[in-house]
């Protein structure tokens, strides 16, 4: 039964019962924002197996390539496949340099991701990720997206079934949320006409979960999208979680990040940014309000600074993510905010809580 009033709406959410969309809708446009924080900094203590924890991660992003046929238009790191001055594919003498580098610095994870490039099928990934495993058995390999198991798929002449099998045969630890971007068919026509659907991102992570691989889900807002259909993609999000199989992860956590818009496409055609700290509070409350079934939501420290994460991690919020060794994506289109992780324990204690190092799957180091 929908309630209307906003706080029947918010003791539905503190005993995690599902919210509807329209109850979602009136939390989001009309409930005070510290209200909002109070109750998710509640249901946060609930949740999560200890509360006066927050958690972080030591991990490396690398690109695989920078080459992808998607031109989204928020993003100003890829090239064109004919753009052969800046392309490149990463070797493996590279991923050695930087994997040592890496687990010199406490790392246990590899982020993979790379776009859609259009020669790089099943068999360059199955190659890839078994010599990076016989080497670095004890790295853990959290690779790719769901835009690109469906490209991989679409190029190879195979399902994304199969894609994921061979993957996860092959070494695939977990399968980041990258490319959700907003699930809304009208924002992603606007900003990544190229890239695989909302309905394909979908399906690819509901596979990955029937395989039993973990993966994690994220939102890129602040640009086209209307509140509404922010509120839209938490719910997919949450619904694809209830459809799990039993005794699986399914989404580990969620992470909303804020678009930054420096030097894109977006930028060229006048989105300006839309960044503020208390919308983005409002998200990260909202996140914990609405995805009942989520344990973990992650504070983007890249895209809102360490003050505005800070406050986040008593709004909702409970894990920091990673130091991120090495990021380009975001970094080039904005983002300069930096940790190591003395700075990122510090952050977290000025917060209140206990830093505790973790894996990809929440377990403490």
Not at 174 to 188: D, F, K, N, Q, Y
Not at 298 to 310: F, N
Not at 329 to 356: H, L, N, Y
Request: hydrophobic share 40%.
């Amino acid at each position: 039964m929908m309630v209307n009033n906003i706080d029947d709406i918010l003791e539905k959410a503190l005993v995690r019962e599902p919210l509807t969309r329209q109850e979602a809708y009136t939390l989001y446009d009309s409930a005070p924002l510290q209200l909002l924080c109070s109750v998710a900094d509640t249901l946060r203590r609930s949740v999560v197996k200890d509360p006066t924890v927050v958690t972080w991660q030591i991990d490396r992003n690398v690109n695989i390539t920078n080459v992808c046929k998607s031109g989204c238009k928020f993003c100003n790191f890829h090239c064109k496949p004919h753009q052969t001055e800046r392309a490149y594919i990463t070797t493996m003498a590279e991923y050695r340099t930087k994997i040592e580098e890496a687990l010199s610095l406490g790392a246990d994870q590899l982020l993979l991701q790379g776009g859609l490039h259009p020669r790089l099928g099943i068999d360059f990934y199955e190659r890839l990720f078994t010599q990076i495993k016989s080497e670095y058995p004890q790295l853990r390999l959290n690779a790719l997206g769901a835009p690109e198991v469906q490209h991989i798929a679409n190029i190879s002449g195979i399902t994304t079934q199969e894609v994921l099998e061979r993957l996860r045969n092959a070494g695939l630890d977990t399968l980041p949320g990258a490319g959700a971007e907003i699930l809304s068919e009208r924002v992603r026509k606007i900003i990544s006409p190229a890239k695989p659907t909302a309905r394909e991102w979908v399906r690819v992570m509901h596979e990955a979960h029937l395989q039993g691989i973990p993966t994690t889900a994220t939102m890129m807002y602040g640009h086209v999208e209307t509140h509404h259909e922010r509120v839209d993609h938490l719910i997919a999000i949450r619904d694809l979680q209830a459809h799990k199989p039993e005794g699986t992860r399914g989404f580990t956590a969620f992470i909303p990040w804020v678009f930054c818009p420096k030097g894109t496409q977006l930028e060229s055609e006048g989105v300006a940014p839309r960044f503020s700290a208390t919308e983005y509070l409002r998200v990260v409350a909202m996140s914990r309000i609405v995805l009942n079934n989520i344990p973990n939501i992650q504070a983007s420290w890249l895209t809102v600074g360490k003050d505005v994460a800070e406050i986040a991690l008593n709004s909702g919020a409970n894990d920091m993510g990673s130091i991120m060794i090495e990021e380009n994506v975001v970094s080039s289109a904005g983002a300069t905010t930096r940790f190591d992780a003395e700075a990122m324990q510090a952050t977290i204690r000025r917060a209140g809580f206990t830093p505790k190092l973790r894996d990809q799957l929440y377990n403490y180091r």
